[in-house]
């Protein structure tokens, strides 16, 4: 079976892993330092926090940033469920803005009349989580601007993004956003088995981010608010969790951060093979902003549907059966029956739909070899001529 995306792990990536294991520390330690390190010079970013998944690192920026149930969190319903469930996880509301479909990332336009809007009504969202959906980035400048004027946070799901690039800037620098969260789930660029991180240039989010990390624990004696009973006390100065990421998956990283760069020229070769092979065919494929640099997280091609959604069904379980395990995403997180049962319905956001109806997400990893490559064209066009 070719899969839509899958881990590419070296002899050396496993020697850094077994390395961990014949250390004497397995848990968050050195090495989860030394991967943090790696991922600030990359994304030339000031702070990084290495936590066990992207969910959490996502549920932690929703508590930095105070969200609670009087919040308001605006996110795009063509992402993973986790972008939008981490507000929830804080009991806040969240609403939804439909997205470009060119790009298929949050619509600016669309942002704005919505922000003009809610302006009117007096109900601002405190928090806006842009997904750079497949790898490439939203408008950040644009978005950034907004954000100024109508004053709300404003965080990155960099999930599919690590080793993309706006106008120059590394995805991860948070130099437009408050915070930029990272997933190393396996068909991610760079995989821990399970993994994320939050960057940030905010001290204090940092502070507030590595607290909220370990239980709400300190153990530094300038850092207790009371006295200390001696050299075992730890003081509890919020409710956190254990969300840490332990050194072994960290040395996974590490080692994979080596060859990110590697990872994501594959991943453009690929792409840009694709649009050779498929320029003729009657579908719609990705269409790139010239001023950005996208991770190549996914491939994704539209197919003409006629309404009911039927032809792509076809096209996949066709492929299914020839061994090309091709995918969708996403479901519009809206429609989901969590989200219908809080009030959202089918048409609701109609671009996202639309576009749900249409999407094919092709085999695109680093390993993925030409005459794979090449299979999935074949009986791609062979199904749909
Ligand atoms: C993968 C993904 C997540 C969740 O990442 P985990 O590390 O699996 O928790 C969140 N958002 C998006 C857009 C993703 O693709």
Not at 63 to 75: A, K, M, T, Y
Not at 236 to 259: F, V
Not at 275 to 290: A, R, S, T
Request: proline content about 4%; glycine content about 8%.
């Amino acid at each position: 079976m070719i899969p839509y995306g899958h881990q590419n792990i070296s002899e050396e990536d496993i020697e850094a892993v077994v390395a961990v294991l014949r250390s004497s520390w397995l848990t968050q330690g050195p090495i989860v330092e030394k991967f943090e390190n790696a991922l600030t010079d990359y994304c030339n970013s000031e702070y990084a926090v290495a936590v066990n998944n992207a969910t959490a690192g996502l549920h932690l920026v929703c508590r930095v940033l105070e969200i609670g149930p009087d919040s308001l969190v605006w996110v795009s319903p063509n992402t993973f469920v986790a972008t939008a469930n981490c507000a929830r996880y804080c009991g806040a509301e969240v609403d939804f803005v439909d997205i470009d479909e060119s790009s298929y990332n949050i619509s600016v336009n669309e942002l704005s009349k919505r922000l003009k809007t809610a302006n009117e009504l007096g109900r601002l969202p405190d928090l806006l989580i842009v997904t750079h959906f497949a790898g490439q980035p939203c408008d950040l400048i644009a978005i950034a601007e907004l954000s100024k004027e109508y004053g709300f946070a404003v965080v990155e799901d960099a999930a599919h993004a690590l080793g993309a690039q706006y106008e120059g800037k590394k995805i991860g620098s948070c130099h437009y956003s408050d915070m930029t969260v990272f997933s190393f789930h396996p068909v991610k660029s760079i995989t821990c088995g399970e993994g994320g991180a939050i960057t940030t240039n905010n001290q204090d989010h940092f502070n507030k981010l590595s607290l909220l990390r370990t239980h709400g624990l300190v153990h530094e004696r300038k850092l207790m608010d009371g006295a200390t009973d001696g050299p075992w006390y730890y003081e509890q100065q919020d409710l956190g969790y254990n969300y840490r990421m332990s050194d072994i998956h960290a040395a996974l990283g590490l080692s994979q951060m080596k060859r990110l760069d590697e990872f994501i020229s594959c991943r453009r070769e690929l792409a840009s093979r694709y649009g050779e092979l498929l320029v003729d065919m009657p579908l719609k494929l990705p269409q790139m902003n010239f001023r950005d640099a996208s991770a190549w997280h996914l491939y994704v091609v539209g197919v003409q549907s006629s309404g009911s959604g039927d032809i792509r069904r076809h096209i996949i379980e066709t492929m299914h059966d020839a061994g090309i395990g091709s995918s969708v995403h996403y479901i519009p997180v809206h429609i989901q029956p969590y989200y219908q049962a809080l009030g959202f319905g089918a048409g609701d956001f109609p671009v996202a739909e639309q576009y749900y109806k249409e999407a094919i997400s092709l085999p695109i990893y680093p390993g993925l070899s030409r005459e794979n490559q090449e299979f999935v064209v074949d009986q791609l066009c062979r199904i749909v001529n």
